[in-house]
T-cell receptor, first 114, second 112 residues
Framework: DAMVIQNPRYQVTQFGKPVTLSCSQT?????MYWYQQKSSQAPKLLFHYYDKDFNNEADTPDNFQSRRPNTSFCFLDIRSPGLGDAAMYLC?????????????FGDGTRLSIL | KQEVTQIPAALSVPEGENLVLNCSFTDSAIYNLQWFRQDPGKGLTSLLLIQSSQREQTSGRLNASLDKSSGRSTLYIAASQPGDSATYLC???????????FGAGTQVVVTP
């Protein structure tokens, strides 16, 4: 059973047209992450939520925003997508109580920009 | 700043050969290290997690070792199969809240 679910799997949008990607989890983990991954590169952390506390990385573009309305759901909003934003977007969760907890990933959303 | 490196970026082996994948990190102050598998166009699947106090973890044909003092982890896959073809990534947890730093991965092809 999928524990971290991302929708949609594939998203095509036009240059400059806002887009929202969604992620849900059934694990009840306290931390949720959004990563951007481009071809043959390491996943790059965009944001994370520690419970309801939002944290963005210093180099995350202002064009990217996120919402976590409750424990189970997290959204990534790209306000004005550019061609450079075409990538795989990965959502992940972890329970931070203890150092033996693994990250769990969804299947990702592949974003294409026309 | 923690940096994670995986060399080589790609390798090809014949079926049945043992695979040895390397992961290096620059700061030994880690909480744990996790190995993942990524199939094309998919998310990451967790393979093994080694806590900072552990030296190795095993699961079936997979064995991962950790040497914090030298900043290295190695993933061994015994008797490789074509189904093992994928990209393998390592990630180190660097903070108490759960920040992870990833390597770029090693792309593996196992030929029949």
């Amino acid at each position: 059973d999928a524990m971290v679910i991302q929708n949609p799997r594939y998203q095509v949008t036009q240059f400059g047209k806002p887009v929202t990607l969604s992620c849900s989890q059934t694990l009840n983990h306290n931390v949720m992450y959004w990563y951007q991954q481009k071809s043959s590169q390491a996943p790059k952390l965009l944001f994370h939520y520690y419970d309801k506390d939002f944290n963005n990385e210093a180099d995350t573009p202002d064009n990217f925003q996120s919402r976590r309305p409750n424990t189970s759901f997290c959204f990534l909003d790209i306000r004005s997508p550019g061609l450079g934003d075409a990538a795989m977007y990965l959502c992940a969760t972890v329970e931070t109580g203890g150092s033996n907890q693994p990250q769990h990933f969804g299947d990702g959303t592949r974003l294409s920009i026309l | 700043k923690q940096e994670v490196t995986q060399i080589p970026a790609a390798l090809s082996v014949p079926e049945g050969e043992n695979l040895v994948l390397n992961c290096s990190f620059t700061d030994s102050a880690i909480y744990n290290l996790q190995w993942f598998r990524q199939d094309p166009g998919k998310g990451l699947t967790s393979l093994l997690l080694i806590q900072s106090s552990q030296r190795e973890q095993t699961s079936g044909r997979l064995n991962a070792s950790l040497d914090k003092s030298s900043g290295r982890s190695t993933l061994y896959i015994a008797a490789s199969q074509p189904g093992d073809s994928a990209t393998y990534l390592c990630a180190v947890r660097t903070d108490s809240w759960g920040k992870f730093q990833f390597g770029a991965g090693t792309q593996v092809v196992v030929t029949p």
